[in-house]
């Protein structure tokens, strides 16, 4: 029995793990974003939403994808983030 399905957590094949790593490569590649740019406008959002709340660093997850965008059938880089607030800071 693996120990792994009794607590819900699915155990990932080294094939899936490879083909998402080459997705991300890709997916930089095309947009033409260098990962210390990305890295950069990574700081630069956290510091400004920094300002109005205090965020959960260690769930923090931001990442560059491909989209199609509504009505359009051409897919798009975009940066998606998922930034967990812990909560919103005083206001003065």
Request: charge should be positive; glycine fraction near 2%.
């Amino acid at each position: 029995m693996d120990i792994f399905k009794l607590f819900g957590k699915k155990k990932e094949n080294s094939k899936n793990v490879a083909k998402e790593r080459l997705k991300l490569v890709l997916v930089h590649d095309r947009a033409d974003l260098s990962p210390q740019l990305l890295e950069m406008m990574k700081n630069d959002i956290l510091k400004v939403i920094s300002q109005y709340a205090e965020i959960d660093d260690e769930a923090l997850d931001i990442k560059l994808t491909r989209m199609k965008k509504e009505g359009d059938t051409t897919p798009v880089s975009a940066l998606v983030a998922n930034i967990p607030i812990k909560k919103v800071k005083d206001k003065k």
